[in-house]
Nanobody, 120 residues
């Protein structure tokens, strides 16, 4: 069974740092785009950052300069380093991956979500 398994998250004070990681487990051919989304309380899920398998990155304006997305294709893992955290970063964070499951058969995978809480 192919799945995304997230780790990291937790409670931190304003200005602190947290690191999230997400590994794709199971038998896959390759990973394409990988990303982190978040869903604040009472709001819809939104894109935080994404990265292509070539290493290009994209960030939502709210996190530019504070968050860094990276990936290790040898470990099928994507990371999100979050610095200078603010209370408005509080949300459930979800990992996403576009996966080539078998040759020319692609699926979208989501992690189970991990809570990030930033106290003021």
């Amino acid at each position: 069974q192919v799945q995304l398994v997230e780790s990291g998250g937790g409670l931190v004070q304003t200005g602190g740092s947290l690191s999230l990681s997400c590994v794709a487990s199971g038998s896959i051919l390759s990973l394409n785009a990988m990303a982190w989304y978040r869903q604040p309380p009472g709001n819809e899920r939104e894109l935080v950052a994404s990265t292509t398998n070539g290493g290009s990155t994209l960030y939502t304006d709210a996190v530019k300069g504070r968050f860094t997305i990276s990936r290790d294709n040898t470990k099928n893992t994507v990371y999100l380093q979050m610095n200078s955290l603010k209370p408005e970063d509080t949300a459930v964070y979800y990992c996403y991956a576009g996966v080539e499951y078998t040759k020319n058969y692609y699926i979208n995978l989501w992690g189970q979500g991990t809570q990030v809480t930033v106290s003021s």
